[in-house]
């Protein structure tokens, strides 16, 4: 045998015992035969290093399943109809007068914006801001009527600067903060010309509010507290509770009483439908322009808080734009003029406004 086919044996040998093993391996796996092991070799931890034994700590976030999503930007435009404003003087005045003026229409842009500027596991931190004017057109003002004057004159306005934190402690509980202050009056933005209110920095309003909560599941958080708030049209401390929970793919419900319910309809993921009520309110500030002397003072503060029921449709139009429309009935809770912010022994005027339909429009940026 040459030294080629030497080669050739000893390469078809190898070959053939590799092959053959590998094959035999396969077999005795494939029928269940037990392949008897190597002697185990002794494991020994000596070269590793124990790890990191700290706990990672949890906490609870402040969503649940189907929740309309948070507003970022809002934008939107606010109407209400026929209603009346009805002006008389206290009971205990020497001398009795009542005067009637038809709102034709009462309306206003509303921006809102909520902008996060810490977001982390451990603790949600937003500015808040909102603008809402009110303007009030009417049919007819009896010139007699000091209330009615200045309210055709000036719109009503309000601008608002605030915080929002939310602080999960763990997995089940949090605490919700939020604090604001509100420029509130008949003041007009721009320069001030002759006719024009300048705004007044001093009677600003503030408000803030303090929840304690727990997570129960990812269907249904809940929350007790207490706020300082201006809603009710003069200054209140009272208790709040929040209820967040979903009943199933379709219904739940979203409350923070006194202030706001609804209940929740979800048609999809994209669109829900709310029926409830909010209320709204503010202490504002009436001040007189320069050529005007229908008032002897510009310490009056016109106290306007409604109680606002509404059916509210939600609908995606993008992954982040929501139109959002509303309508309801809007009854005035409170509607008088006082000679301070909160003595009710100064009121000077009481106005009653009946019971006016009211619809909004809006778009709003949500978060995802």
């Not at 009462?106 to 996060?116: E, S, T, W, Y």
């Not at 829900?272 to 500030?285: V, W």
């Not at 995606?316 to 509303?326: E, G």
Request: glycine share 6%.
């Amino acid at each position: 045998m040459n030294k080629r086919y030497r080669l050739f044996a000893i390469a078809f040998l190898f070959c053939f015992c590799l092959f053959g093993n590998l094959f035999l391996a396969k077999a005795q796996v494939d029928t269940g035969d037990v392949i008897a092991p190597d002697e185990e070799e002794e494991f020994s931890m000596d070269g590793f290093e124990e790890a990191d034994d700290t706990v990672i700590k949890k906490y609870c976030n402040n969503k649940i399943n189907n929740l309309n999503p948070t507003t970022l930007i809002g934008l939107s435009y606010d109407f209400m109809f026929g209603s009346e404003l009805e002006s008389i003087n206290p009971d205990d005045s020497d001398s009795t007068f009542s005067y009637t003026s038809p709102i034709s229409l009462n309306h206003g842009i509303r921006l809102d914006a909520n902008i996060p500027l810490v977001s982390k596991s451990n603790i949600i931190f937003n500015a808040t801001f909102s603008y809402w004017e009110s303007r009030y057109n009417f049919d007819q003002v009896d010139t007699r009527d000091a209330l009615a004057l200045s309210l055709n004159n000036n719109p009503l306005r309000t601008a608002t600067l605030g915080i929002l934190a939310f602080k999960p402690l763990d997995e089940k509980h949090f605490l919700i903060f939020q604090a604001a202050t509100s420029l509130n009056g008949n003041y007009s933005i721009g320069t001030y010309d002759a006719g024009e209110v300048e705004p007044d920095f001093g009677k600003m309003k503030y408000t803030a509010s303090l929840l304690y909560g727990w997570k129960k599941s990812d269907n249904q958080n809940l929350a007790i507290g207490v706020t300082r708030t201006y809603r009710g049209g003069k200054l209140l401390h009272v208790p709040i509770f929040m209820w967040n929970k979903t009943f199933n793919n379709k219904w739940g419900m979203e409350l923070l009483l006194p202030a706001r319910g609804s209940l929740r309809y979800n048609f999809s993921a994209k669109s829900s439908l709310n029926f409830g009520y909010e209320l709204e309110g503010q202490s504002y500030l009436l001040q007189n322009s320069p050529n005007n002397d229908i008032f002897a003072t510009n310490n009056y503060e016109l106290s306007k808080s409604e109680i606002r029921g509404r059916i509210e449709l939600n609908k995606a139009l993008s992954s982040f734009i929501r139109l959002n429309l509303q309508a309801g009935v809007a009854p005035a809770y409170r509607f008088d003029l006082a000679n301070g912010a909160s003595n009710d022994a100064n009121e000077v005027s009481i106005g009653s406004l009946g019971l006016p339909m009211y619809f909004r429009i809006g778009l709003n940026f949500v978060s995802p």
